[in-house]
């Protein structure tokens, strides 16, 4: 069992920046993966980044050179730097770890606008 607990979004001017946080709990030393997704309204989630155990990183097109994927050293928390936002970037973003199985978190509102 994972638990994943999101923080970090709010409203932001076009242009500026925030940083989420996924606060892992439970069996870390199972997870293969963490992934940030985002889902605005009337559209499918989408992948945004990926850090794999082995230290791999993965960045969709449309965020690369804008957002950053780390973890601390414990991997007890995965952040997401998010620079250069547009209005675009609006959505919930959704911690996922992957194991065996795959777990969510609940979210976190990230609303871009002037």
């Known amino acids: 069992q994972v638990q994943l607990v999101e923080s970090g979004g709010g409203l932001v001017q076009p242009g500026g920046s925030l940083r989420l946080s996924c606060v892992v709990s439970?069996?870390?030393?199972?997870?293969?993966?963490m992934r940030w997704y985002r889902q605005a309204p009337g559209k499918q989630r989408e992948l945004v980044a990926t850090?794999?155990?082995?230290?791999?990183?993965y960045y969709a097109d449309s965020v690369r050179g804008r957002f950053t994927i780390s973890r601390d050293t414990a991997g007890n928390t995965v952040y997401l730097q998010m620079n250069s936002l547009k209005p675009e970037d609006s959505a919930i973003y959704y911690c996922?770890?992957?194991?065996?199985?795959?777990?969510w978190g609940r979210g976190t509102q990230v609303t871009v606008s002037s």
């Open positions: 996922n770890a992957e194991t065996s199985l795959y777990y």
């Open positions: 439970g069996s870390i030393f199972s997870i293969y993966a």
């Open positions: 850090i794999a155990r082995s230290g791999s990183i």
